[in-house]
């Protein structure tokens, strides 16, 4: 009996309704997902008005994504020279001078480098911050031109299956 002293015991573990957490992540993904795209299309992304559209373009980003290391990128290889695409801030004190060099890197060394350390490790944060979005734009390239040269592929097919091929006797 329930009674103000004594309320009534919480339901046991099997008398709970069960939610997976797969599902409620999927719903929760798709909520988040449907808000991005009505943002982006009041912003003026008249293309995502599609879902379609959108959920293609979620898809293909998302596998650029999970291709966004170094060995599984085409690009970087065909890149003549890794120092004109990989952003590298080294700092690397030296000097021409035979003479005087050592003397002025050791006041570079002791003086400069104290005073400017703080903007060589803020700039080091955004370049690394940079690098990983340029193999992010790599991937991303990558996935296109996959899917193109599919797409290339595929047209090549249909359109050889719809060109009649001349038969000799019909020439005769």
Same mark, same amino acid.
């Given at each position: 009996? @329930?009674?103000?002293?004594h309320?009534?015991? =919480?339901p =046991?573990?099997a008398?709970r309704?069960w939610?997976a957490t797969e599902?409620?992540?999927?719903?929760?993904?798709?909520? +988040?997902?449907?808000?991005?795209?009505s943002?982006? +299309?009041r %912003?003026g *992304?008249?293309? $995502?008005?599609?879902?379609?559209v959108?959920?293609?373009?979620?898809?293909?980003?998302e596998?650029?994504? &999970? #291709?966004r290391?170094?060995?599984?990128?085409?690009?970087?290889?065909?890149?003549?020279? &890794?120092?004109?695409?990989?952003?590298?801030? %080294?700092?690397?004190?030296?000097?021409h001078r035979?003479i005087a060099?050592?003397?002025?890197?050791?006041?570079?060394?002791?003086?400069v480098?104290? +005073?400017?350390r703080?903007?060589?490790?803020? %700039?080091?944060?955004n $370049?690394?911050? #940079? &690098?990983?979005?340029?193999f +992010?734009?790599?991937?991303?390239?990558q996935q296109? =031109?996959?899917?193109?040269?599919r797409l290339?592929?595929? *047209?090549e097919?249909?359109?050889?299956?719809?060109?009649? @091929?001349?038969d000799p006797e019909a020439?005769?």
């Amino acid at each position: 009996m @329930t009674t103000p002293d004594h309320p009534s015991p =919480a339901p =046991a573990p099997a008398d709970r309704p069960w939610t997976a957490t797969e599902d409620l992540m999927a719903e929760v993904r798709a909520r +988040v997902r449907a808000e991005v795209r009505s943002r982006l +299309v009041r %912003s003026g *992304v008249r293309e $995502f008005e599609d879902e379609a559209v959108f959920l293609a373009a979620e898809q293909l980003l998302e596998r650029a994504l &999970e #291709q966004r290391d170094r060995p599984l990128l085409l690009l970087p290889e065909l890149l003549d020279d &890794e120092d004109d695409w990989r952003v590298n801030p %080294s700092l690397r004190l030296s000097s021409h001078r035979p003479i005087a060099g050592g003397a002025i890197v050791w006041l570079k060394q002791k003086l400069v480098l104290p +005073v400017t350390r703080w903007l060589y490790d803020y %700039s080091r944060e955004n $370049f690394a911050r #940079q &690098e990983r979005l340029n193999f +992010v734009l790599m991937a991303c390239l990558q996935q296109l =031109a996959i899917e193109h040269a599919r797409l290339t592929a595929r *047209v090549e097919a249909l359109e050889r299956e719809r060109t009649p @091929t001349p038969d000799p006797e019909a020439r005769s």
